[in-house]
């Protein structure tokens, strides 16, 4: 008999993908096939892991269930489960509201979808392996959860509560598990990762954590993503600088540069802090390439808080940049603290001037790139083009390589040497020198 079919939804972020993961392991050791393509629905049982973050991201996460009513009201569905960061942030209401869903559950219960599905118990979570939804040379590397920073506009401590790090010996078996999967490639993640092991060992561990990492065979890349800027932990640039298997890649994400609006977000970070960090960061890891996020628009943002910002981005050139407008987030604390003050149409014309802006340093940049050898890893095969990417490319956010196919076959998962031999907008055009 063909066993049934769930069908997994992950919304949101790669912290949701690492839970998916989990739940699809689980239920596959309990017998279910699992797939993970929200656009082909083919089960019988489905799960949605919610993203309840921001306005876009609860809306996209709602109309996913509602989607996945209809279907159950069409017969095409038994059952419906609802888990992740909009049901633990809104239970009730989602209870309430929309009663076609057979069970809502949170971000840290949802191994209580095995139990209803199987009416048995669910085997411990951590210790179970994944099921890798990624392409098979890479993985997120999930480390902590919950974060103890309380920034004034973020509703993720509502959601997820204090900061918990993973002990370093199961992320490490973990690490050793996804090599011994054919995983190459680390993404390493969390709510705050500069923050790892304060909770568990007392300090700032995360340099440690890295290090330890880089020693074990086959890991090829680890990329580090969601730093904090304030205490950064300093020791982390050593151990960048010192493992060639660490990209030279940091995902830090700034918010602003105004020592007046740092303050009333609650970075804890003023502006001359955030220059001396990032001088610091370039001088300790040569080529480093940074990630940042900035938001405009936040309550009482000035035009000369603004024209800080766009002097700072022209300042810092960074390599990846993305920006959003401030959208005030009930329970955090701006929304009970600040009027959203600045008008709708302000806020767009900044965000449109900070992007236009960093376009034109990011064509920049890669058009100094043309003529350079990148090592690159190759994720896909798509049209006439390998696609690849550098260590200083995520997957999903940042520039690819594209690698005409016609010329040499090249194989997924494997690594290159490539010569760059133009660059457009978005991505890199390349061709193999060995
Ligand atoms: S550090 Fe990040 S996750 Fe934590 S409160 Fe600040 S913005 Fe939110």
Not at 33 to 47: D, E, P, S
Not at 381 to 405: H, I, N, Q
Request: charged residues 25%.
């Amino acid at each position: 008999m063909k066993p049934p079919i769930v069908d997994v939804i992950t919304m949101g972020c790669s912290k949701n993908l690492v839970d998916s993961e989990r739940l699809m392991s689980q239920l596959e050791s309990a017998g279910f096939k699992v797939v993970h393509n929200a656009r082909r629905l083919t089960g019988q049982y489905a799960v949605v892991n919610t993203c309840g973050f921001i306005g876009d991201a609860k809306e996209e996460s709602i109309q996913m269930i509602l989607e996945l009513c209809e279907r159950k009201r069409q017969g095409r569905l038994l059952k419906l489960f609802v888990m992740g960061c909009l049901s633990q942030r809104y239970l009730h209401e989602l209870r309430e509201e929309i009663q076609e869903v057979d069970s809502f559950f949170g971000k840290f219960d949802w191994d209580g979808i095995v139990r209803q599905l199987t009416s048995g118990p669910a085997s411990e979570a951590h210790a179970t392996p994944r099921h890798l939804t990624t392409p098979p040379h890479y993985a997120y590397l999930k480390i902590s959860e919950g974060c103890d920073r309380h920034c004034a506009y973020c509703a993720i401590p509502i959601i997820t509560g204090r900061h918990v790090s993973r002990p370093m010996p199961e992320i490490l078996q973990e690490v050793r598990w996804l090599v011994s999967q054919g995983v190459k490639e680390f993404q390493v993640i969390a709510q705050e990762l500069t923050y790892y092991g304060v909770d568990l060992y007392g300090r700032q561990s995360i340099a440690e954590l890295v290090e330890q990492m880089a020693h074990i065979p086959g890991v090829e890349w680890i990329r580090l993503h969601y730093a904090y800027p304030t205490h950064f932990p300093l020791a982390l640039l050593r151990v960048m600088r010192d493992n060639p298997n660490v990209c030279r890649y940091l995902d830090i994400a700034l918010q602003h540069i105004s020592t007046p609006v740092l303050a009333r977000m609650r970075r804890h970070i003023t502006a001359e802090q955030t220059y001396g960090l990032l001088a610091t960061i370039r001088r300790e890891v040569p080529g480093i390439h940074l990630r940042t996020t900035l938001m405009v628009g936040f309550p009482g943002e000035t035009d000369d808080d603004f024209r800080q910002l766009m002097q700072f981005v022209a300042d810092i050139r960074f390599e990846r940049l993305g920006a959003f407008a401030y959208s005030e987030e009930e329970g955090t604390y701006s929304a009970s603290h600040y009027a959203d003050d600045v008008p709708a149409q302000v806020k767009q014309q900044r965000l449109d001037q900070l992007m236009a802006l960093q376009q034109g340093i990011s064509a920049e940049l890669s058009q100094g790139k043309v003529g350079t050898t990148q090592r690159i890893i190759i994720d896909r095969r798509e049209g006439d083009y390998y696609v690849g990417r550098t260590e200083f490319d995520s997957p999903e956010v940042d520039p690819e390589v594209l690698v005409p196919a016609a010329r040499r076959q090249l194989r997924r998962g494997c690594f290159y040497q490539v010569r760059i031999t133009k660059a457009d907008e978005f991505d890199l055009y390349a061709t193999t020198t060995t």
